[in-house]
């Protein structure tokens, strides 16, 4: 059985979306006693702070989720220089009310693909600003900005690109180590 289970949160609803291959294609290189569980965001609706007190189904299934998760992924694009609103409305959903938050101290990747050269370095740095103040230690290094490129994924879903999957893998083995850390 699992002993770590990760909790993914995509940023980007498309379904063709570059981030969701790159969440598909980190947990073929995550050991044996991780798995990556996708969390459903788009079906949240907008936050309203009047609901906080009669919670949709879809929050409190997200925030069972998050709760019941040893760490957390963050795959974002980058949209006009920061993280997508929808990730922003989940993340406000699962904080409150006030006093319930479930993000509190469980540890976090934070990693994304865009097109561009940047990629998602800036998206990246707004997310963990929301991140430290909701208790979320994030892993700081490697940061890993990736760049969309034809070879980055190849026909079965894996990294295509010798030198970004050995990237990736120290990437993601320093974040196995992260979460192994804050759940000892
Ligand atoms: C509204 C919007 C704003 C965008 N802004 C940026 C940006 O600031 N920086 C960037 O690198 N790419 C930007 N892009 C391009 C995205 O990186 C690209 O569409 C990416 O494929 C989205 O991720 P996804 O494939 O996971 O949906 C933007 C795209 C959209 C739709």
Known sequence: MSQFKIAVVIGSLRKDSFNRKLALALAHLAPPEFTFEHVEIGDLPLYNQ??????AASVKRLKTEISAAQGLLFITPEYNRSFPGVLKNAIDHAS????QSVWGGKPAGVIGVSV???GTALAQQHLRNVLAYLDVPTLGQPEAFIQNKDDLFDDKGH???ESTKQFLQAWLDKYVAWVKTHNA
Not at 50 to 55: E, M, R, V
Not at 96 to 99: A, F, N, S
């Open 116 to 118: 561009g050269a940047i």
């Open 96 to 99: 409150r009310p006030y006093g």
């Open 50 to 55: 009047d609901d906080d007190g009669n919670q």
């Open 159 to 161: 990294i295509g690109n």
